[in-house]
């Protein structure tokens, strides 16, 4: 801060700019991540980018049982669920570190 307790301008724009870029960086490795959810002990397994993106879902022949669709059902779902939370750590620990934990809370909008 400056004398009489203003904060530096011209600082405050290097850090934001550095912050943009850091966050940019972390975007673009996202993008190129791919994550993995499962169910069933592997009988579904769904493959997602690191911005959440679905990539491929496989189904073991296992999982198929014409008279039990529903099963089938729930274990897709359940790999996105876990797919998905392996997206949201990533992001958290990626998007954190690139942020200096701004995010989180502070409403800004894509942290």
């Not at 089938?72 to 779902?77: F, G, Q, R």
């Amino acid at each position: 801060m400056r004398p009489g307790g203003q904060p530096n301008l011209q600082q405050l724009m290097k850090q934001a700019q550095k912050m943009q870029q850091q966050v940019a960086s972390a975007q673009a490795e996202l993008a190129e991540t791919e994550l993995t959810g499962s169910a069933g002990g592997g009988l579904v397994t769904v493959t997602l980018t690191g911005l959440g993106e679905v990539k491929s879902v496989h189904i073991d022949p296992k999982a198929v049982d014409p008279d039990d669709v529903e099963t089938l059902e729930d274990l897709v779902v359940a790999a996105l669920h876990a797919g998905a939370e392996e997206v949201r750590k990533l992001t958290d620990e990626k998007m954190g570190s690139a942020t200096g934990g701004l995010g989180g809370g502070l409403g800004i909008p894509g942290f």
